[in-house]
């Protein structure tokens, strides 16, 4: 099967998406339901060629990304995909097993109540530039999972990315099972507006809206991850190396180009000077010369580049303090690194503070109590993510019963994406749905309510002529003692008229 070039015009980019749309709508309706092992060799299939193409995917991100860290592909890129295919793999059998339900025997009599999962049918999954192969494959394994037939359209913003994805996938399955579709703005414009039978797309906010409009059109239903301004809350008790370490470790992995980052931290007026302190040691001691090291990713492009360099320059104008733990570090346009640069106490209305960051730049805002951070939480959109540091439990525990996000760490950020059996996603304007583990199954999946009538039970009370209410009850509880049965009956009654 030929790859498509990432450099196809638009029209035939389009012209091919239908193309294979309607291939694999007709090989669904043909063959709807594959068996437990085609989906477990399908999921074998994809994790090999992940593998198999381990040193592509590494060439690959260092092309879109001017420099990319070997290690974080290998973690995120290659070893979580290949991790979260056998993890689904092993629990495949019990995700596919039928959820019986309990009835009640008195009206049902001997019928089964189930709910059983069935593919929904031909997927599309819009995939963003930032973790590509993650997140086209890693979805991919749940909707195959699901048994369905996938389409991915990889982001425009890393042609050799996409390349790459599109010779994995047509390696490792027929087109009329999954297919990659490449191309440029026509194509992304167009791909929403298919008839799917679910959309999944990873983005902004700003696009989001749009392709949840185009997908309304058709009513399809859509998984939405559109990122957020993900805040991290830091204790008195927690001011201390090891959240330093986690914060500034988790913000500058892929140079903050992730979506559920710590977008800005919430510190302790009083231990403000004593954070950004800690900052300053820990990047001298362990960050040296971080932004020209080999573990400093790249900004996607240079428009990416500038909008960060713009944030900045917006705060330092505002007479926000600005500061750069990396001292000899200088942003490098060519390479398109940036170091860390913590903004102290920005003012709400800038664009640090309303736009979501997307990279090494962190505002650090100091509070002085708790639920003045909790309501000012509230106040804005729903993040993606929310991150808490403290010692004491209560503290913890009080900030994430008070506020909502669509995931959420404790002592840590940003790494509950990486766990297999939780599911990740959004709510509000950081999203819906859900993908990962066995919500992403259900996510792709027809949840199909199946009854079977068995013997007995006052099913018959539905046709007429229909009788009174009291004496479907005394029939369905006709076996009960004398004694119990008035009571019964007179409570069944209750209960239906109180339902009513």
Known sequence: MATLPSTVRPDESVGRLIRLFNLQKEAFRSDPIPSL?????????????????????????????????????????????????????????????????????????????????????????????????????????????????????????????????????????????????????????????????????????VVGRQVMSAAARNLVPVTLELGGKCPAIVSEDAVNMATVANIVGMKLLKSGQVCVAPDHVYIPRKLLDRFVTLVDEHVAAELPQYTASADSAGIITERHFDRLLSLINEARNAGCVIVQPERAAAPDREQRRLPLTLILDPNPALRVMTDEIFGPVLPIIPYDTLDEVISRVNGGERPLALYVYAEDPKFSDHALSRTTSGGACVNLSLLHGAIATLPFGGIGNSGMGRHHGIEGFREFSNPRGVFIRGEGGAIDAFNPPYRTLESIVSASYGQIEPAFSEVRVASAVRGIEGGA
């Open 37 to 205: 092992e085609e989906r477990r060799d399908h999921i074998r299939g994809l994790s090999a060629g992940v593998m198999r193409h381990r040193r592509h995917i590494k060439d690959a991100l260092h092309a879109d990304f001017v420099w990319h860290p070997e290690g974080v592909a290998d973690l995120i890129e290659v070893l979580g995909i290949a991790a979260r295919a056998e993890y689904v793999i092993g629990e495949l059998p019990r995700w596919m097993s039928a959820d019986h339900r309990s009835i009640d025997p008195a009206l049902w009599g001997s019928a089964t109540a189930s709910v059983r999962y069935q593919p929904k049918g031909v997927i599309g999954n819009m995939v963003p530039w930032n973790f590509p192969f993650d997140i086209a494959f890693g979805p991919l394994i749940e909707m195959l999972a699901a048994g369905n037939r996938v389409i991915l359209k990889p982001s425009d913003l890393g042609p050799a990315s996409a390349d790459v994805i599109a010779k994995i996938t047509n390696e490792s399955f027929a087109e009329d099972r999954v297919a990659v579709a490449t191309g440029g703005l026509e194509l992304a414009q167009r791909f929403p507006t298919l008839a799917w039978d679910h959309l999944m797309f990873t983005g902004s906010p």
